[in-house]
């Protein structure tokens, strides 16, 4: 098993940035793909992005791509989600999770196997 911590949310103005960490326990890390994902209140759980167990491959939702970067070191046990040019819909509780099949593309949050408790992000207008 793994047990994921996410930090770095907060209030932050429209078009301002952040940068959200998940740190892993356990020895296992590097043989996790990781994704992010996003809940807003009364909204399901969204897919935001993915990194492969390499970080040599990601993918990214279609609303997020081009404001958004992921990358990890597993040396560190880390993985982070640069955001930039942040607006109010991107006001969620962002939440990490890995997927021990290397699926880290996958939008299906049933796919995946351990979970963070969240970060929250707003964005004010």
């Known amino acids: 098993q793994v047990q994921l911590v996410e930090s770095g949310g907060r209030l932050v103005q429209a078009g301002g940035s952040l940068r959200l960490s998940c740190v892993a326990s356990g020895r296992t890390f590097s043989s996790y793909a990781v994704g992010w994902f996003r809940q807003a209140p009364g909204k399901e759980r969204a897919f935001v992005g993915g990194?492969?167990?390499?970080?040599?491959?990601?993918a990214y939702a279609s609303s997020v791509k081009g404001r958004f970067t992921i990358s990890r070191d597993n040396a560190g046990n880390t993985v982070h989600l640069q955001m930039n040019s942040l607006q109010p819909e991107d006001t969620a509780v962002y939440l990490c999770a890995v997927n021990d099949e290397g699926r880290y593309y996958s939008s299906d949050y049933d796919s995946y196997d351990y979970w963070g408790q969240g970060t929250q992000v707003t964005v004010s207008s």
């Open positions: 990194i492969s167990r390499s970080g040599r491959n990601t």
